[in-house]
């Protein structure tokens, strides 16, 4: 592996990603950020140093090197949607953007240097070298799944950041965000417009944190209205979903879709504290709702007690940051239209935690290995995570129950449609909503 890096290297150095007539003198392999667990990519850390004197801190992503993984995983299109959001979608935001008013409205991404994807059987041919942040102070949180108060506050402040950059492009040129993200793999769903974890996955993995709540108390969710409304999403899951997934104007964005702890940095203060944070796998990005994001963020990296406490306090700090993050002839969406959109596409949020969240609560042990052997991969998912994920997932249940988040639209959606190349023809009339 060093010597195919060292080759490879010198043929990007000298083709000018890191200047013009510049040839690699130097390089240095290391680790750092161990406990990043990354699932279609292998990563390299990379110290080198080119001939005009200048030095590099690199991350190198490599696909997975399993060809059977490769195809479950869809890694050649995550690895496509990530060079399209590098190489397309940041310059187009950041030049919509312009200068800042003062630092608190800039949002940080890693720089790209380099980025190739041939969609070849052979790992080498298709490559990622983005900068090592870690160089910059950023890292992640020391907790492994949910994030304290500090931190979710921090982190709701970067995603309304990152959306505020959609509102800004769409009001200074409308149409062309459309056009930006054509190209976008829409990653959740295959060809045939099924959710890509199928074999009633969603329904059952749903299921696992309804039974345990209807358990742990019968007598007040037994017959409760949103628990008779989450059994009929799951009857019509792929329907369901890809409505969440239609881009609704004026109020769409360019989605993350997987904020959470493991793709989330943060930057720490003297006294430990975080007050900035970036984001890095831009792999599956979608023009959708805020809430795409909001719920899903909320739901993985929150437990029960921090949603009964601060609930409210979260999105009113996102609605507040979003504010702040454009110029005040943008319009954004205040609480009461990010409440509406919530209860109309936070069961996506509850499909991906539901089959995410165990996973990351499981034992270390227990890796993909584990599936690739397993006799029923439906078993492996449905065991993840033991006792503490199903009670997890019973405590969203119960939270999402309480808040009435099963109100999704049931409009005819064409499964073969780009969303964000429908939605151009209605922006324009529809933007002064928010005015």
Known sequence: MEHFVEEELKTIVSEGAFGKNCSLMSFKLYNCMADMEEWWY?????????SDGSHYSIMIKLKIQD??????????????????????????LLE???PTVNDAHALFVPRLFYGRNTFSKLTANDVIIIENVSSLGYCLSNTKVFLDYEHLIIALRTIAKFHGLSYTAKHKHPGRIYDIMENVHNVQFDANGHWMSQNDIFKKCGKRGVNRLLERDGDRYQDHVH???????FDDADKTLMQTLKAQEPLSVICHSDFHRDTLLFQYDEDGRPFDALTIDFYSVHYGSP????????YMSTTQRVRELHWDDFLDTYCAALAASVQ????????A????EMAETAINAFAKVSFCLPFKLRDRSDTLDSLATSDDPLDYFLELGGDMATECLADMVQHFVDMGYTDVRRESCDVNSNHAKDAKSTYC??????S
């Not at 005040?328 to 609480?335: F, I, L």
């Not at 009339?429 to 928010?434: A, G, I, N, R, T």
């Open 227 to 233: 628990i008779r409304r989450l059994n009929e999403l």
């Open 429 to 434: 009339e529809s933007s002064q909503q928010l």
């Open 337 to 340: 239209e990010i409440d509406v």
């Open 42 to 50: 292998e990563k390299i850390f990379c110290n080198i140093t080119t």
């Open 67 to 92: 060809l059977e993984m490769r195809g479950c995983f869809g890694c050649d299109f995550l690895f496509n949607n990530e060079l399209i959001f590098y190489k397309k979608i940041v310059p187009f």
């Open 328 to 335: 005040p002839d943008v319009p954004v969406p205040g609480r």
């Open 291 to 298: 809430a795409l994001d909001l719920s899903s963020f909320l």
């Open 96 to 98: 919509c953007r312009g």
